[in-house]
């Protein structure tokens, strides 16, 4: 059986002490590409979105009693992952995979007493183990992992029956440092020289509220970043946190945004002067998109006459996320007219949003339902009066509609005058240990718990 170990918690706040680095020298000098400006628009989210495969899993020594140890010494294991289908439960899944009603219901009984199957997702993985002896295969355990580091596994007792634990893997933190020169593009360059992707795009996004990726950055212009990243006991690369500090110098003008969480553990990344980079609204709640229609008169590809188009239409596969362009209440869920399947929200006296032509409302998606930016509203899809998989965009301010790619959006909060003091002291730690690391090379293995801002 597999040792059950403790949970390190790791705190990620704006409070950093010094650990491991990477230094890198990476260049750019134009933008991202207009390709990329789904990346590069104001975006919903700054947190990563990592498509890691779960760890394999492996079975603790077997230890048989002297009585069976000749039938024992026979048996080896098989290990078969499976992945949640939409609608999915625990038992049709176990089912599915050939196993007998009864042994499905005894295990996810004893599985569901720690973990509730409503948190499962579609594509999410999960481990079926076997005991196979003489060709015979007996399924022995299924183990889901709700998060990297951390397992449920529910496993078949000497009773015939399942028993279920937890496990919690330690994992160590390294603080990976790079700067460097732009001369090519920001994303290009990056990559090329090793940052990972996910951390590239989330810096660009960082800054896309600040700087004009396609006209602001020239040849000579430099970056620097620091991020989290995650290692299990054996060294291997299982997760990357968020970044903690990013800088660009544009034509020897310096932006630096830091991460810090308040005493409330509300995190968010400020400027020096602690202002929020994060807008109140987003242009773009969408990724991986493509304008199709701009807002302004157009003739209207259907209708096939001139008429006013109040929003942005951005192209995307059917299915595609679209997220809440800012935190409010959702006024109107459901058909309406042309628009197909709709999603209005308030987000304050001002403003308002509007989602059109969904192929699918998000679950518990209703009216007077409160929504935060970023959390997902609905699927592109193409009801309505459309001509092909699509999201309908608009803006409305005080009423009325306006360019949700030239209105003014407000800015987020700043910090007040006793919430500075932390951020002040919580931006120096930071400052100090990036520049502390910029005379090593990566210090490896150590262990490292952000320390919090309080």
């Known amino acids: 059986m597999l040792a059950i170990k403790n949970s390190a918690k790791l705190l990620l706040s704006g409070s950093i002490a010094g650990i491991a680095i990477a230094l890198l020298v990476s260049p750019s000098s134009e933008s991202l590409a207009l390709q990329n400006k789904g990346l590069l628009e104001d975006s919903a989210f700054y947190d990563s979105r990592l498509d890691m495969s779960t760890p394999s899993i492996a079975l603790g020594e077997h230890k048989p009693d002297s009585a069976s140890s000749s039938i024992e010494s026979h048996q080896q294991y098989e290990q078969k992952t499976v992945k949640i289908r939409r609608g999915d439960t625990l038992g049709k899944l176990l089912q599915r995979a050939g196993i007998e009603k009864g042994i499905a219901y005894k295990a996810t009984t004893s599985l569901c007493k720690i973990f509730n199957p409503k948190h499962l997702k579609p ?229 308002q949003t509007a989602y059109a032509h969904l192929r699918r409302y998000a679950k518990g998606i209703r009216k007077n339902k409160r929504v935060k930016k970023g959390q997902v509203i609905g699927y592109v899809g193409s009801t309505g009066r459309s001509t092909g998989p699509h999201l309908h965009y608009e803006i409305l301010k005080n009423g009325r509609h306006v360019n949700p790619l030239r209105v003014k959006i407000p800015c987020g909060r700043k910090l007040n005058r006793k919430e500075m003091k932390g951020f002040s002291s919580a931006r120096m730690k930071i400052t100090r240990t990036y520049t502390a690391m910029a005379s090593s090379s990566m210090i490896a293995n150590r262990s490292h718990i952000v320390a919090s801002n309080n």
């Open 123 to 351: 594509k999410q993985k999960i481990t079926l183990n076997y005991a196979v002896n003489n060709g015979e295969k007996e399924f022995i355990s299924i183990t889901i992992e709700p998060k990297i580091g951390h397992r449920i596994t529910a496993k078949k007792n000497e009773s015939n029956g399942f028993s279920s634990f937890e496990e919690h893997d330690t994992l160590k933190s390294q603080l990976m440092r790079f700067e460097g020169k732009i001369r090519s593009s920001l994303l290009s360059t990056a990559i090329e020289k090793g940052v990972p992707k996910s951390v590239t795009y989330n810096f660009a996004k960082l800054f896309s509220n600040i700087v004009d990726f396609q006209k602001d950055i020239r040849s000579g212009d430099s970056f620097q970043i620091m991020y989290e990243q995650f290692v299990d006991t054996n060294g291997n690369n299982v997760k990357i946190g968020k970044i903690l500090f990013a800088s660009l110098v544009l034509r020897n003008e310096k932006i630096a945004l830091y991460r810090y969480a308040d005493k409330k553990g509300n995190s968010d990344y400020y400027d020096s002067n602690g202002q929020s980079v994060r807008k109140a609204l987003s242009r773009r709640p969408i990724s991986g998109a493509r304008i199709t229609s701009g807002y302004g008169m157009r003739r209207h590809p259907i209708l096939r006459y001139k008429r006013m188009h109040w929003g942005i239409d951005y192209a995307a596969p059917r299915g595609t996320p679209i997220y809440a362009g800012g935190d409010g209440v959702v006024e109107h869920a459901g058909r309406k007219g042309a628009y197909g399947k709709y999603i209005k929200i308030r987000h304050n006296s001002t403003y």
